[in-house]
């Protein structure tokens, strides 16, 4: 049976989630974290990203004395749960306390499996970061906004999934990156770059031309701008010349001058008939718009002929 619009794109109000949002931001940072000490270096910082499971997030398979670790995130029952091969298994609740709190009871509970530690326990991209052991500002958990962010996610996946489809050359898998709290999905021209002026990790992310798409809930990025409304976004770097004229679909989907990329309200998104039809439309039109100016090489990079 299908789930009803209603349920499957909830209403995401930011200003009353953003303090549960920065809360969770932080945890996930935590885990993150983990992730980045114990995996190696794959290509686009591709290794440090969760993936989506039915129930929330999961860190995916790591190195620790116990065996393969994998840390995950259950949003519906409100846990997060360690589990190594070695059939070592421990939970943590998620309730409302602070950053600082969690993570006295993180770093005792993840020390059991044997894993390298945190090397910067402090969060990254975001403006002003506080260390974790110190964070007593975040403390708020709200499970029903969490419950509601989650299964905009959970439908967001199946239409990243379509539009992953016909891309034959180089693409990510669709990640969730707890740097910038966004769900995300990446195709690659082929084609090396230079990279830009900024950090180490930024230009190890954007050496190669690229077109990203996902789903945003609107905090504050690194730079200290915020949109404060969940959106899904999409840019090409380089970004071609013409790009902020481009011909994009919905009609309600605009050029931000501020973020440099194509903006789609979530808002308008569940005001739509067909909300993963459009959806779907903005993934791939903003693509076809960013490849053609960029003179992609199509006929190499996709194939229709599939079931």
């Not at 969490?146 to 959970?154: D, E, G, H, P, T």
């Not at 990446?186 to 050496?207: D, H, I, K, M, W």
């Not at 739509?272 to 993934?283: K, R």
Request: with cysteine; aromatic share 14%.
């Amino acid at each position: 049976m299908a789930v009803a619009t209603e349920e499957r794109w909830p209403e995401l109000d930011y200003d009353q989630w953003a303090d549960t949002l920065e809360t969770v931001h932080m945890w996930t940072q935590i885990v993150g974290k983990t992730k980045l000490a114990n995996c190696p270096f794959l290509n686009q910082w591709w290794e440090i990203g969760f993936q989506l499971t039915p129930v929330g997030l999961t860190s995916g398979q790591m190195e620790s004395a116990e065996g393969l670790l994998a840390i995950d995130f259950d949003f519906l029952e409100h846990v997060l749960t360690m589990r190594a091969s070695s059939g070592l298994t421990r939970s943590i609740s998620l309730y409302p306390r602070s950053v600082a709190d969690f993570f006295e009871e993180y770093q005792r509970t993840v020390a059991l499996f044997g894993v390298a530690p945190i090397k910067l326990a402090a969060p990254a991209e975001v403006p002003d970061p506080i260390p974790f052991a110190k964070d007593t500002i975040h403390a708020s958990y709200d499970p029903d906004a969490v419950i509601r962010w989650f299964r905009v996610m959970a439908s967001i996946s199946p239409v990243l999934q379509r539009y992953r489809s016909p891309f034959t050359g180089k693409s990510s898998p669709i990640l969730f990156y707890w740097g910038s709290f966004d769900l995300n999905a990446t195709r690659f021209s082929g084609r090396n770059v230079t990279p830009p002026a900024g950090p180490r990790f930024y230009q190890l992310a954007e050496n190669q031309e690229n077109i990203s798409c996902g789903f945003w809930p609107g905090n504050v990025s690194a730079s200290g701008s915020k949109l404060g409304k969940a959106a899904f976004y999409a840019y090409t770097f380089p970004s071609p010349k013409g790009l902020d004229n481009a011909h994009i679909e919905p009609a309600a989907a605009h050029w931000d001058k501020t973020f440099g990329e194509f903006i789609y309200l979530y808002d308008d998104l569940r005001s739509e008939d067909d909300p993963d039809a459009a959806l779907l439309s903005f993934f791939e039109s903003t693509y076809r718009a960013g490849a053609g100016l960029a003179n992609w090489d199509l006929d190499q990079l996709e194939q229709h002929d599939i079931r």
